[in-house]
């Protein structure tokens, strides 16, 4: 005598199999449109050499410019390299920060399926103060002695 199967357990699969098949039919809400694969090249702006270990962060931009809650950070690796896919299209700021250079700040509108971002980092600069040279100080043996009393 064979034994029957229980019911249940064929009820079962038959709901899960029709709510799969359902579920595959209906279109998803979650589509956030077109996507982008995005590359970077970190480079030193005096002689094009690649900069490793660049920290490229990825803030996404709102209205009227402003950057939005969030972002992401990529390394580059020894040749200066970092990539990341499903960008969703849009105005992207990039922010570049490695030690030894100044920090490398632009906005990107993303606007196709692969984009690559060529940075050239540039060396700290001059550092000006619109307080004047307040911050300087003479060393002692800078000072002109003082002048001889008169006798």
């Known amino acids: 005598m064979k034994k029957r199967r229980p019911i249940r357990i064929t009820w079962t699969l038959t709901v899960a199999l029709v709510l799969g098949l359902v579920g595959?039919?209906?279109?998803?809400?979650?589509?956030?449109?077109p996507m982008s694969d995005l590359s970077f090249v970190v480079v030193k702006d005096y002689n094009g050499k690649p900069v490793r270990n660049a920290a490229?962060?990825?803030?996404?931009?709102?209205?009227?410019?402003?950057?939005?809650?969030?972002?992401?950070?990529?390394?580059?690796?020894?040749d200066g390299k970092t990539n990341i896919d499903g960008i969703p299209y849009g105005p992207l700021r990039v922010q570049v920060l490695a030690p030894g250079f100044q920090t490398f700040g632009e906005d990107y509108q993303i606007d196709k399926p692969a984009v690559e971002i060529?940075?050239?980092?540039?060396?700290?600069?001059?550092?000006?103060?619109a307080y004047g040279n307040q911050g300087e100080t003479k060393k002692p043996d800078d000072q002109k002695p003082p002048a001889p009393k008169p006798q």
């Not at 595959?24 to 449109?33: M, R």
């Not at 939005?68 to 390394?75: I, M, N, V, Y």
């Not at 050239?120 to 550092?127: D, M, V």
């Open 56 to 78: 490229v962060v990825l803030h996404p931009v709102g209205k009227k410019g402003k950057q939005s809650k969030g972002g992401l950070e990529l390394k580059t690796d020894n």
């Open 118 to 129: 060529t940075v050239k980092l540039k060396r700290p600069g001059a550092q000006y103060s």
């Open 24 to 33: 595959w039919a209906v279109p998803q809400d979650d589509d956030e449109g």
